[in-house]
């Protein structure tokens, strides 16, 4: 059978435009916004856009193949999808609907911590095959309860987060008085009933929760207030020793997500990890940082021979994962670009961006006379 595609949205921006239709304007500017003046968020995109690549017509050339190899398994291309909190509330039955699609095109789905699914569904779901990014507890119980839930649910990658030591400072959320459930003013209600197609999805998946965290929360709590309950509870300020801790406790596979340097890529590679996920959050922490296509080189250059090196934060398209990896990375992670997609399309959201970015990535690399995934550094210009 033919994989699901949406001829009126051949590209991420397309996605981007109706789901800013469908969805109400405070839970657009949630999963759009960046941080500060979005200026990290523009730079992620942009530089993306500055890696050139260089063609070879004339070599012969066979089948194109985006199968990837990590962490012991064969996936069926270099992406996957990021871990992003309250997908439920961007689009009802969003991070279910996500973690099926990619299971269903051998992608990885990462669960995150604060989203609308717990890992015993998500793990049914995916049959094993999705990741976990995790918030660390300081208190050791409800640590090792989190992680034994987690080994519970089939998953054999952990993620832990290294770029949340505090909340981003975010505009739009703030002149939104974002919280969940939503603050009830006026305009809240009003931006409700002008997505009708939202409105009636959430009436039949119900209110989202914190599903994974539900068992240590306070009931009915605001998003200042999880904030708090997030500060109290967990550590943000991972150091080399909380690694070192979690190191000895999981057996699987662990990455560190959040690196922007070759220092804390350095300090992760030394504490045992086997990967890291250069990211900033998708522009949403650091105004003044750097993009990540900017920030990987030397990344790679530091720790590439010891762990595997992954890219996140301004990944829109097929063309962007080609110039990720022709610039040293192993494989790469889409936030945005599938929220859009679930917003934009339902439950057929994710296939969609799934075969999306497959076709992209297939015609970027038949373009380039490259057939396998790991010759593309082969293809960067340099200088
Ligand atoms: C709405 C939203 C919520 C997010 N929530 C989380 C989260 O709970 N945990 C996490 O590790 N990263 C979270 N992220 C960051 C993403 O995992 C990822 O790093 C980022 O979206 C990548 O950039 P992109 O959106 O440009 O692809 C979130 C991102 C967005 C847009």
Known sequence: ?????????????????????????????????????????RRNVEDFRSVELLPRYLRPRGTVSLETELFGRTWAAPFGVCPVGLQGLIWPGA???????????????????????????????????????????????????LIARVENSGCSVLVLLADVPVFGYRPRDIRNRFAVPPHIGVRTVMQMLARPAWGAAMLRRGKPRFATLKPYLPPNIDLRQLADFMNRT???????????????????????????????????????????????HGGRQLDAGQSTIRALPAIVAAVGKRMEVMIDSGVRSGPDIARALASGAKFTFLGRAFMYGAAALGDRGGEH????????????MEQLGCERVADLPGHLARG
């Open 1 to 41: 059978m033919p994989h699901f595609f949406d001829h009126r949205h051949p590209t991420a921006d397309d996605l981007r435009a109706t789901a800013r239709r469908r969805i109400p304007g405070f839970v657009f500017d949630f999963l759009d916004g960046g941080c500060n003046d979005d200026v990290n968020l």
């Open 95 to 145: 991070c279910e609907a996500l973690a099926a699609a990619a299971t269903a095109r051998g992608l990885p789905f990462i669960l995150s911590t604060t989203t609308t699914a717990d890992p015993e569904t998500i793990g049914r779901i995916t049959g094993g095959s999705h990741w976990f990014q995790f918030y660390v507890p300081y208190d050791p119980g409800l640590r090792e309860n």
């Open 234 to 280: 967990f550590t943000g300020r991972l150091t080399g020793d909380d690694l070192a801790r979690i190191r000895d406790r999981w057996k699987g596979r662990l990455v560190l997500k959040g690196v922007a340097t070759p220092e804390d890529a350095e300090e992760a590679a030394a504490r045992g990890l086997d990967g890291i996920i250069v990211s900033n």
């Open 353 to 364: 961006v799934a075969e999306m970015i497959h076709r992209q990535l297939t015609q970027v």
